[in-house]
Each structure stands twice: as C-alpha cells, then as structure tokens.
C-alpha cells in the first residue's frame, strides 16, 4: 500500500494494525485488518526582505516561525522616512498594502520601496519685490536633497523674511528636502524720511503733499515753497535742485532739502525837483537793492542857489519836512526831494575903458534866478579885438552862455587887434623858421621876414598855404592870420667824412625829434647807443672806422626807422 497525501498535506505514518512510517508498505493479510494512513497539513516558512536595504520594514500577522498549508497572513509595508512603498516581488506581485496571502508553500516575499519625490517652490509677495533663485534647479527633488534659495531683491523694498514651511531671515537659505515645501519671501517696501528745512529759519513755509512721517518708497510728493511777507523763494537744494518754487519728488530714499529763500529786495529811486540840477539826494547805506525791513536815511543836499523845502513819498504832495528823512523799507519807493531856486545878480564891465568896446547881456534883468541861461557877447569897437572874460567866468569866446548859479561878476577884455602867422614843417622834424620880428603877435601892417632852416639830411623844397615861393626867405605884410607851410625833402644817408688821421672832420645833427640812436655794424651788431640827436663820429673817445653803418633812431613819439650812414675818407 502507499499513502498518497492531498495538496498541502504530507504522510506521518501508519497506525491500526500496522505501524509504520514509509509511506508505502507491504502487508500480509492474515486477518481482517484495521489500517489507518495518518496524514497533517504541510508547514511553510514565510521569508521577507525589504529592498533597497533600511528603506523600511515588513509587519506580518499572524508572527510564526512556520505557518501551515492554508494558513493567511497579513502583510504590511512600512516605508522609513523619505521613502514610499512600490510594491511586493518574490513570490508574490502586488501593489496591495496590505496584502493577504495564502501559505500554499514556502513564500520569499520582497517588500519594494523608493525614495520619495517632493516638489519645492517660492512665492514674492509682493511679486515685484524680487527675483529669486533656486539651485539646483528641479522640478521634483529627492528626499534628502540639498536645495539653496536665494533672491536678488529689487530697489526699494525691504525683506520681512521667510515663510510657509520654513523660516527665518537668511539669504541664501539652505534645505534639506524631506517633503513637499512652499516658501514665501516676504517683502515690503522701504520707508523713508523726508526731511525739509527752511533757510533762513521763519523765512517762510513748505506744503506736503502728501504729508506723512515717513513715505513708502516709490511715493511722489508734491512740495509748495510759501515765502512768508518780506521774502520770496529762491531755491531748493540739498538732494534735489531747481529754481521753481512747486517741486515733485519720488521718494527713493530718505531725502534732505532746504527751501532757500532771500530777503525781497526793494528799489529806493529818489529824484529832485522841480529840475534836476536843483539839488542831490544821498542814501544811508548807498545800494541798488534793499533788503525787506532794512532802514535807510535819506539826506537832501541843495545845490547852490537852491533851498531844500520837503519831501514827496509816491506822490506829488509833499507830505514829510525832516532832513535827513528816516525810512523802513516794505516796498519799491519813488521819492522827491522838492527845492526851490534863489536869485543872483550879474555885473558886467569892459576892460580896460569903454572906449574898447560893450557888452550886450541876453535877457537884460536885475535878478537871475538860478539856472537861468544868460547869452553875454563882447562887441569890439574898430580897431579892437575882444581878448577873454575873466572874473567869475573865464573864456577866450566873444559870445558865452552862463547858466547862472551864483552873484556873477565879469570882466570883457579888449586889445587892439593883432594877428598870428602860423607855420607847420613838412615833415615837422625836417627843419625849423625864422622869424624877424620874432613875435607871437603882430600888428595890422607888420612886415615880417621868414628864413626856412633845413635839418641835417633834409634840404627846403618851397613855401605853400597863404604865401607860396621857392625862395628860402621871404618878406610878408601881415594883413590878416596867415597860415603857410614849409616843405622840406629828405637827403639821402647820412655821411661822415674822416680825414688822413681818421679824424671826423663833421658832426651828424639827426633831427630836433630824435631822442635816441643806435649804430648796428654791417653784421647786424650793436656797436654804439648816442643818447641825444648829435653825434661827433667817435666811439669810445676814437673815431669810427670806415664803412657802411646802419642807424636804429627813436623818436621823442616813440616812433623808429632806419638809415644808413657811410663813413669816408
């Protein structure tokens, strides 16, 4: 006989009438006999592993060493921490967790897991605050990966720090991933001051608006410079300039200005009456422009012939009598000085007789008031000829205008009638007249002789103007002012002659207008300096050698040229 088990069983032995423990066997029937084949479930080992080692662990229930044929079991995949469970390989492939399993034979059973994935993301709030950077740059990290976040903030915003699912103030911050993460970078804008002070203090005022303690970046302000009453705005300064007095200013940090105003600067003009030669006004101090609230004192001073009567503020009536005149100045002021004029006398007479001549006065009064223009003429009788007023006024004109400011006395001068020769010298420094009578006068009738005398280098050429004539002299009757002219011509070089014993046998005269003389070898070297238009030849107490020289003359006017000079023998 042979016991044959089942499935999940297996043979023990026989018993009855029989013991045996092979499962097949050979029996002798003797007898009616009573065998029994025993049989038991099967016991099966269940084996578990996990992969990746330390990825986690395996719970099964019931806990046996061995489970018998049949048996069910609970199988659970607890993954460790980063990791999460994929599913079972071996001897069974599922994804169930738990799993039931039926113990049919022994089972090697795998339990998978992997590292977990999370996903990392930053939000700015605001969005415009910033720009941020992760590295490296995933779109899901591994457990356990290391991840770096930083931002590059933009102008004007302030970081508040890091939230969401870490935190803190760092920048980078560093991480290890084990989840998911969300941060937030919080931001806010910066606040800042503005500060604006009046210069010079209670000059004036500034409107803000708005107007806060302190301004988030980015904020435009409007600013309204206010002089106050004896000022006017000039400019801003400080972290912004400009010359107009409303002002916009985008706040980007915290700003300084100083609103400058000045003082208003007012014009005094001050005039007389009712002329303007009537007097003067003086102004304590003397300026162009004065500042809002100064004080200034105003003097009038009468001219001769004048007496100060009052004053006349920005109008025509005079409405203040004190002088000097004390003002505080507000405003632009127009001011008068009213004088009224005094009256003089005028006395005329005729020198040295009446027999001379008269003077006619125009207009004819006996009292002048000042000012007053008055014609004098002086009319000569025949055979005289009026010479000068003298006295309080001197001219040598017949006919005279005075302005009279003072009691006049004048004195008409005659003479008997005389007249002038005038002569000019062509060129004026080529020669000179002489005159017999030599006089700076003559008589009606004169006769006179002129002798035209040629400077060294020059000789006379003729006579021309109101006497015409080749001859050198010449014989005039003076009838009238005459004018002539002598006209000289230049000779050429100027020669020096030196005799056997190199003796200068003449004397150079350069001309009346020379002042100065320098004598240059052929070669261009200074050899000698004549101060004075009159040279004796020698240099150095010698004669000068033979040859050519050129002469550099300078001119009393400053005025130069250039000739030769030939020495002989």
Known sequence: MTAIPNEGYRFVNWSGDVNFLSPSINVLVNSDLNITANFTLTTHTVVLSVNPEGAGSVAVAPVQQTYTYGSTITLTAQPSEGYWFVGWTGDIENTENPVNVVVKNNLNIVANFKLTTHTVSVIVTPKEAAQVNIQPQKEYYTYGDEVTISFTKNKGWDFLGWSGNLSGYDNPL?????????II???????????????????????????????????????TAIPNEGFWFDSWSGDSASKDSTLNINIE???????????????????????????????????????YGSTVTLTATPNEGWEFIGWSVDSSSITEYNNPLELTVRKDLNINAHFKLTTHTVITSVL????????????????????????????????????????????????????????????????????????????????KVLKTPDSDFYYYGTTVTLTAVASRKFKFENWSGDFVSNEKTITL??????????????????????????????????????????????????????????????????????????????????EGRYEKLVVVR
């Open 352 to 431: 040295p007789n009446n027999e001379a001549g008269s003077i006619l006065v125009s207009p004819q009064l006996t009292y002048y008031l000042y000012g007053t223009n008055v014609k004098f003429e002086a009319l000569a009788n025949p055979g005289w000829e009026f010479v000068k007023w003298s006295g309080d006024v001197g001219s040598y004109d017949s006919s005279i205008n005075i302005s009279v400011k003072k009691n006049l006395l004048l004195y008409a001068t005659f003479r008997k009638s005389t007249y002038t020769i005038t002569i000019d010298i062509n060129p004026y420094f080529a020669g």
């Open 174 to 182: 560093s991480f290890i991933v084990k989840s998911d993460v969300e």
């Open 253 to 291: 940090g915290d700003i300084r200005l100083s609103a400058n105003f000045v003082p208003s600067l007012h014009t005094i003009n001050t005039n007389v009456a009712p002329f303007i030669n009537c007097g003067s006004v003086s102004k304590q101090p003397q300026k162009i422009y004065y500042v």
């Open 185 to 223: 970078a919080n931001f806010k804008l910066t606040t800042h001051t503005l500060l604006v002070e009046i210069n010079p203090e209670n000059a004036g005022f500034v409107i803000k608006e708005p107007d806060e303690e302190v301004y988030t970046y980015g904020t435009t302000i409007k600013l």
């Open 477 to 558: 009757q003076v009838y009238k002012n005459m004018n002539l002219l002598v006209n000289f011509v230049r000779q050429k070089d100027f020669l020096l002659t030196l005799d056997s014993v190199n003796e200068v046998n003449n004397e150079i005269y350069f001309g009346s207008d020379v002042e100065k003389v320098e004598i240059y070898d052929s070669k261009g070297k200074l050899i000698h300096v004549i101060n004075g238009n009159k040279w004796n030849g020698k240099i150095n107490d010698k004669s000068i050698s033979i040859g050519f020289y050129i002469l550099k003359i300078k001119t009393h006017n400053n």
